[in-house]
């Protein structure tokens, strides 16, 4: 069968907010520079296996997904896109932190990157965690066709893995020629009912996607949903430690089984034996999705006990909230941070007060209005 064809009743999501206002954060006396240059420009891809044709996409340096930047906790990240394209683009860095100028909104945050023009984002990072980048420039148009990537920002926290691995997962649209099936960019029916939902499903642009592993090997797996609308319901062979969602430590909890809607991201803990562990996308019916596979030519590791904890366990969550004088907030809030002189202002409430909050290596005085 030349197309997987599952087709859900699915809510779709909108990918893309404007981050928050102003970060005036203090650069650390070691900090790096991660500088990287991409062309922003139509390549070929083969999404399909080798009886396939290749699909014409839109390409961060000529990679699908784009290329992986990974960087430290508090580095600075200098990224300069060459829009090669012939329509207007920009980038948007999902998640991370941010300086509204670097935010990457067409016309909201910056003026688009126009066709042959360059454009430098250049940011400090101020979290460990799992983020992506993509296009923000008709993102319905842009990402469909390719533009993203991960970025993966490592902390000192960061649990002992043998493998750390990211698998971007995206359902494309394709047309009977594995091409964008571009005639329904836009298209009402998709804007008023789910989202474009496409009918071709990849991890890191490669269906039923194996990556090998070392044997008794501990992967921590990152997750990300590229998709435009599918929200993926994924099932695991085995057992998976969530450890952290959108980016932050979350408590840890066992499952063989995640849900993930677009632009959202988890990080995952596996233990591998000597036997295969599948992910299955098993909302329409059962799809491969993803494969870690074994492989002794990687070399071994010593066997795991059943017991997830016989190494080190991955540390608990960095992110604690602690509010010296509790309080009920039954209206509801809006909590909107600054770094690193954290700012929390709350919304809907009527008296003020001071408390401390730690968030991650920071400790900063809070200042809320509490309910009622
Ligand atoms: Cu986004």
Same mark, same amino acid.
């Given at each position: 069968m030349l197309r997987r064809d599952f087709i859900l009743g699915m809510t779709g999501a909108a990918l893309g907010t404007p981050a928050f206002a102003s970060l005036s954060g203090v650069a650390p006396a070691n900090q790096a520079t991660i500088t990287r240059r991409f062309d922003v420009a139509p390549a070929k891809h083969r999404l /399909?296996?080798?009886?396939a044709s290749d699909s014409d996409l839109w390409l961060y340096g000529n990679s699908s997904p784009g290329p992986l930047i990974r960087a430290k906790q508090h580095d600075r990240l200098s990224v300069t896109f060459n829009n090669r394209l012939s329509v207007d683009t920009s980038v948007h860095w999902h998640g991370i932190r941010i300086d509204n100028r670097m935010?990457?909104?067409?016309?909201?945050t910056q003026q688009p990157i126009a066709p042959g023009e360059s454009f430098t984002y250049d940011f400090t990072l101020p979290d460990a965690g799992t983020y992506w980048f993509h296009s923000h420039t008709r993102s319905w148009e842009q990402l469909a066709q390719g533009l993203y990537g991960p970025l993966i920002v490592d902390g000192p926290d960061d649990p002992e893995v043998d493998h750390d691995i990211v698998w971007m997962i995206d359902d494309w649209r394709l047309d009977e020629n594995w091409?964008?099936?571009?005639?329904?960019? /836009?298209?009402l029916r998709d804007w008023s009912h789910?989202?474009?939902?496409?009918n071709w499903l990849t991890v890191n642009s490669v269906s039923d996607f194996t990556e090998q592993v070392k044997p008794n090997s501990r992967v921590r797996l990152r997750l990300i949903?590229?998709?435009?609308?599918r929200i993926f319901n994924l099932s695991f062979s085995g057992k998976a430690t969530l450890i952290a969602t959108d980016g932050f430590p979350t408590s840890h909890q066992e499952t063989d089984r995640i849900t993930l809607a677009p632009a959202q991201r988890v990080d995952l803990i596996v233990d591998v034996g000597t036997s295969p562990l599948s992910m299955t996308e098993i909302s329409g019916g059962t799809l491969p999705a993803g494969k870690l596979l074994p492989t002794t030519s990687l070399g071994t590791d010593l066997p795991l006990d059943?017991?997830?904890?016989?190494?080190?366990?991955?540390?608990?969550?960095?992110?604690q909230r602690h509010v010296e004088s509790p309080f009920t907030c039954k209206a509801g809030f809006t909590a909107i941070w600054t770094a690193p002189n954290m700012r929390a202002k709350f919304l809907d409430c009527g008296i003020s007060r001071q408390n401390t909050v730690s968030y991650g290596p920071l400790t900063a005085k809070l200042a809320h209005t509490a309910c009622g």
């Open positions: /399909g296996d080798a009886a935010d990457g909104v067409a016309h909201l091409q964008i099936h571009t005639e329904s960019f /836009g298209s789910q989202g474009r939902l496409g949903n590229a998709a435009n609308a059943q017991s997830l904890c016989r190494r080190p366990c991955p540390p608990r969550p960095r992110l």
